[in-house]
């Protein structure tokens, strides 16, 4: 079946850091790839989206490029900042969304 | 644009209970959307609904359903409340096109705490 494998958190980055959180996939067909984030005691945020294989997703200095070839889809920003603390979640869809276990991400001053 | 909105945003029941969750999804969104997301468990699919239909179930017992309204608003209900049901509820929703993967967007969940 479908599923989403991402990096085991959290990731603890001092403020200007890079950051990469992996994420692979298993699918079959041709899903659409997500990141959404979670901020404390809010809901799920999309935060970018790639649906075909080499799409490059991007959003508030974050990237992240849908690989085919190696089953991918990391999520990376070259500069992170304390508001970017948050869960990451990476999640394919078919005829509905599969998520990954989320990635804790802690940034400091 | 309002974006999808979730009522109660906290409740607390007792075990046995029954509980009704409300989402109004966002202008012009015909799907919606039921995920648990339960303490150590991660994101779990419930529920879609598209046009006042069920579409696809994820793999919960039958003390879980729901609807969908005309006006594309949906309801979760979940019978004899059990303490592993305590968790927070998210509803999104969709605009759906035949084949097409639309992105959901999410609203702010309900935290459901079984007592």
């Known amino acids: 079946g479908n599923s989403v494998t991402q990096m085991e958190g959290p990731v603890t980055l001092s403020e200007e850091a890079f950051l990469t959180i992996n994420c692979t996939y298993t699918a079959t067909g041709y899903p659409s790839l997500f990141w959404y984030v979670q901020y404390p005691g809010e809901g799920l945020q999309l935060l970018l989206k790639a649906t075909k294989a080499d799409d490059k997703g991007s959003n508030k200095g974050f990237e992240a490029t849908y690989r085919k070839e190696t089953t991918s889809f990391h999520l990376e920003k070259g500069s992170v900042q304390v508001s970017d603390s948050a869960v990451y979640f990476c999640a394919l869809q078919t005829d509905k969304l599969i998520f990954g276990t989320g990635t804790r991400l802690q940034v400091f001053p | ?115």
């Open chain 2, 1 to 115: 644009e309002a974006g999808v909105t979730q009522s109660p945003t906290h409740l607390i029941k007792t075990r046995g209970q029954q509980v009704t969750l409300r989402c109004s999804p966002i202008s012009g969104h015909t799907s919606v959307y039921w995920y648990q997301q339960a303490l150590g468990l991660g994101l779990q699919f419930l529920l879609w609904y598209d046009e006042g239909e069920e579409r696809n179930r994820g793999n919960f017992p039958p003390r879980f359903s729901g609807r969908q309204f005309p006006n594309y608003s949906s309801e979760l209900n979940v019978n004899a409340l059990e303490l592993e049901d305590s968790a927070l509820y998210l509803c999104a929703s969709s605009l759906y096109r035949q084949g097409g993967n639309q992105p959901q967007h999410f609203g702010d969940g309900t935290r459901l705490s079984i007592l």
